[in-house]
């Protein structure tokens, strides 16, 4: 319990310490102008609320990220409380915070266009092609995933049914203006996600349940397969440092109405989300009865992390639980699903340089990236879905680069991102080399020093074009 209790205040204190340090980092400046004002559309580029863009960024980043992903990280044991609190303050948070002060900087441009202004034009063209493969299999996973719950819901609508529904009402909140559906509807999403949180938090303390005692011990069943380093930091996406987050952005990058509502949109809808899996880690382990036992009760139910946050949900806060464990497992995986696939619409508006004020062509990006999207339906990508974790690591140890090179031109303080820029290139580099996802080495010592001299050299050639922008 102590170790959760620490964990849980250090995250609240953090926004309002180094969250604000971060600001002075960036020289946060109230009477900038930001996008929703110089390039007002009415469509995307639409100033609203903090409280609102707030919620929003937090239901776009979350979904069932930190939910899911904390209860499967929970099986490494209470180590990964550390890694959601020094990784959602020191690396998630920043992260999200320096890289949407940039976009607000930046027109509110999509990620990869951002990428490139600081790490290249090579750069830009993969990250273009990798952001939109990355949100579509976003997209498709999240249309999937509770087409399939909801089928099994009301058995009386088939699985193909719910698909159309679910695709039609994504076309619909892509191509509407973002005031319309998101920003009314939204920010309750998000409000229930935290008050789904609150409400497991209170139970911890007041129910029957003891928070395991710190330790390092790994309690997957196959620890040679699921080494805490690298993969646990692979496992915990959401909730500690997601690349995902990177390409949600932009959205409200183009709704706030000044650089001082950033650290509360950005760097604190991240703490939430880290709050959140701090949360659902700690009911995890505890509702089992240990990171051991868990894994057990996973293993017998095909390791279905849907099934544990229904089963956690409905006992502990009753009928109410059972409509907000819907929301977990139905409304979030939705939400986060459409917000995809509007970012892939940014992505292409902002590559051809398509005006998405005129309703035809936000009609005509949005049909052609639908297309792609129903034909992977068909598709069996469950092999190329394995890898998604490792990609979205990836994904923000490139953004992190970014941050690291647009510091080092605005001449500011590179520290706050180099070192975490240089450990997840170790952790994304070693993963490579240990998981049987890529070359299988297991967790070799030859495998960790491959990892580090692949380190080694990306961190080297990055130290030579941050001393070549120096001069």
Not at 70 to 76: D, P, R
Not at 239 to 266: D, L, W
């Amino acid at each position: 319990m102590l170790t959760f209790v620490i964990c849980l205040v250090l995250l609240i204190v953090a926004y309002f310490t180094y969250g604000r340090y971060l600001e002075h980092v960036c020289k946060i400046d109230k009477s900038a102008t930001v996008p929703s004002a110089t390039h007002y559309d009415g469509v995307d580029y639409v100033p609203m609320p903090r409280w609102r863009t707030f919620l929003i960024q937090l239901l776009n980043i979350a979904g069932i990220g930190p939910i899911f992903g904390a209860v499967l990280g929970a099986c490494f044991g209470p180590v990964a409380f550390i890694w959601i609190t020094a990784g959602g303050i020191l690396m998630g948070a920043m992260h999200d915070f320096i890289s949407g002060v940039m976009l607000v900087r930046n027109d509110g441009l999509s990620i990869p266009e951002i990428v490139g202004r600081y790490l290249g034009g090579g750069m830009k063209q993969f990250m273009r092609v990798f952001s939109m493969i990355l949100l579509i299999l976003v997209g498709v996973v999240f249309l999937r995933s509770p087409a399939s719950i909801l089928g099994q819901m009301v058995p009386s609508v088939s699985y193909g049914v719910w698909i159309a529904v679910i695709i039609v009402y994504y076309f619909v909140a892509t191509l509407l203006p973002i005031d319309k559906i998101i920003g009314k509807f939204y920010p309750l999403f998000g409000f229930a996600l935290l008050f789904m949180a609150v409400a497991l938090c209170v139970v911890l303390f007041v129910g029957d349940y003891t928070i395991p005692a710190m330790t390092f011990e790994n309690f997957q069943a196959n620890k040679e397969a699921m080494p805490i380093i690298p993969t646990l930091f692979i496992t915990i996406a959401c909730g500690a440092i997601s690349g995902f987050h990177a390409t949600q952005s932009p959205m409200m990058a183009r709704c706030v109405n000044n650089e001082s509502e950033c650290r509360m949109v950005f760097y604190g809808a991240m703490i939430s989300e880290s709050i959140i899996a701090l949360i659902w880690a700690a009911i995890a382990m505890a509702f089992f009865g240990g990171a051991g036992e868990l894994t057990a009760a996973l293993a017998e139910h095909g390791n279905n992390a849907a099934w544990a946050v229904n089963h956690i949900a409905q006992t502990t806060l009753g009928k109410f639980g059972a409509i907000l464990a819907i929301l977990g497992v139905v409304a979030a995986p939705i939400t986060s699903g459409d917000t995809a696939f509007r970012s892939a619409r940014l992505i292409i508006a902002d590559i051809f340089g398509i005006d998405q004020k005129n309703i035809a062509k936000r009609l005509a990006v949005s049909a052609v990236i639908f297309a792609v999207g129903i034909a992977i339906t068909f598709v069996n990508f469950d092999v190329v879905w394995r890898y998604f974790s490792w990609t979205n690591q990836a994904l923000a140890t490139i953004v992190l680069w970014s941050i690291v090179v647009y510091l080092n031109q605005q001449k500011r303080n590179i520290w706050v991102a180099l070192p975490p820029a240089v450990f997840m290139t170790y952790i994304c580099s070693s993963f490579v080399f240990v998981s049987n996802q890529f070359v299988g080495m297991g967790s070799t010592a030859l495998a960790y020093i491959l990892g580090g001299v692949l380190t080694a050299i990306l961190t080297a050639y990055m130290c030579y074009r941050l001393r070549k922008d120096r001069k």
